[in-house]
């Protein structure tokens, strides 16, 4: 089975702080991608990489960046974290051959 | 535009009660077509994939189907358990996927 852990469950951070979220997988996946999912707008993609180093914007970028040192460790920066950045942040493990995302639990990050 | 639609929006079945939710999608090239499940406070869990028109796959009371338009879950003998929002996402390019707002579906006993 295909494990996808994320370093917190709930996060509560004040406006302006640098948060880190961090993702692990443990099936030596090139590829993972982080999202975040609000009421109303479902799942939107914010950044990807498909190999340690790489990564690509998604639809969302603004506000984030990202880092893959390791195959199996994708971290989502907020470097000044805003309340409009509360949200359901997750993070996701691709299958390439079949092209099947599999996602961790998620972090609940609010910003006040 | 690539666009998925999902409905309805929210479903409540007696437990017995079969019933089915589309996903209609408009993209150009399909790779793939896929179904999650989601819980409450959870992270999606994956369900199917599909691939080309026809095909059908099935897990337990769950199965999923595909046309050329539009993708359905038929829940057969829903219980109380099968009470999770349902979520359609395409492959729109590689490895990107775009997904519909979601299906709630509660069963009650």
């Known amino acids: 089975d295909v494990k996808v852990t994320q370093s917190s469950r709930y996060l509560v951070k004040r406006t302006g702080e640098k948060v880190f979220l961090e993702c692990v997988q443990d099936m030596d996946h090139e590829n993972m991608f982080w999202y975040r999912q609000d009421p109303g707008l479902g799942l939107r993609l914010i950044y990807f990489?498909?190999?340690?180093?790489?990564?690509e914007k998604g639809d969302i970028p603004e506000g984030y960046s990202v880092s893959r040192e390791k195959k199996e460790r994708f971290s989502l920066i907020l470097e000044s974290a805003s309340t409009n950045q509360t949200s359901m942040y997750l993070c996701?493990?691709?299958?390439?051959?079949?092209?099947?995302?599999?996602f961790g639990p998620g972090t609940r990050l609010t910003v006040t | 535009e690539d666009q998925v639609t999902q409905s309805p929006e929210a479903l409540r079945l007696q437990e017995g009660e079969s019933s089915s939710l589309n996903c209609s999608y408009t993209?150009?090239?399909?790779?793939?077509l896929f179904w999650y499940r989601q819980d409450p406070g959870k992270g999606p869990e994956f369900l199917f994939t599909l691939y080309s028109a026809g095909e059908e796959k099935e897990k337990e009371r769950l199965k999923a189907t595909l046309t050329k338009k539009e993708s359905f879950l038929h829940i057969t003998a829903p219980k109380p358990e099968d009470s999770a929002t349902y979520l359609c996402?395409?492959?729109?390019?590689?490895?990107?996927?775009?997904f519909g707002a979601g299906t709630q579906v509660v069963v009650t006993p």
């Open positions: 996701a493990s691709m299958v390439a051959s079949r092209y099947e995302q599999y």
């Open positions: 990489s498909y190999d340690v180093k790489m990564k």
């Open positions: 996402a395409v492959q729109t390019s590689w490895g990107k996927l775009q």
């Open positions: 993209v150009s090239g399909l790779r793939g």
